[in-house]
């Protein structure tokens, strides 16, 4: 079994800043594409950033001058920093991971239980 376990959501000051990590644990040959993607109430889920094997990043256009996505493939952990936050950001935030469990497989898409962010004063 493959899990995705979240951390570092909370609560935070608009203009804060805020880090979040995720950590994928279990049989894992490889992992393609990690991210971050993100759903507030009343809306569907969307992309907020995502970094390939190799490094290779793509943000949604209103993060990608505020948010930095990182990697370390030897700890298969990503980790997303948030600055100059604000109420819109507000969401859960969920990590994914498109791996493959052994060698030969399909890649496989994988989400995490999702951390809350709520930006507010």
């Known amino acids: 079994q493959v899990q995705l376990v979240e951390s570092g959501g909370g609560l935070v000051q608009p203009g804060g800043s805020l880090a979040l990590s995720c950590a994928a644990s279990?049989?894992?040959?490889?992992?393609?594409?990690m991210g971050w993607y993100r759903q507030a109430p009343g809306k569907e889920r969307e992309l907020v950033a995502r970094?390939?094997?190799?490094?290779?990043?793509n943000y949604a256009d209103s993060m990608k001058d505020r948010f930095t996505i990182s990697r370390d493939n030897a700890k298969n952990t990503v980790c997303l920093q948030m600055n100059s936050l604000k109420p819109e950001d507000t969401a859960v935030y969920y990590c994914n991971a498109v791996l493959l469990r052994i060698l030969g497989a399909l890649p496989t898409s994988y989400w995490g239980q999702g951390t809350q962010v709520t930006v507010s004063s």
């Open positions: 970094i390939s094997s190799g490094g290779t990043t």
């Open positions: 279990g049989r894992i040959f490889s992992i393609n594409a």
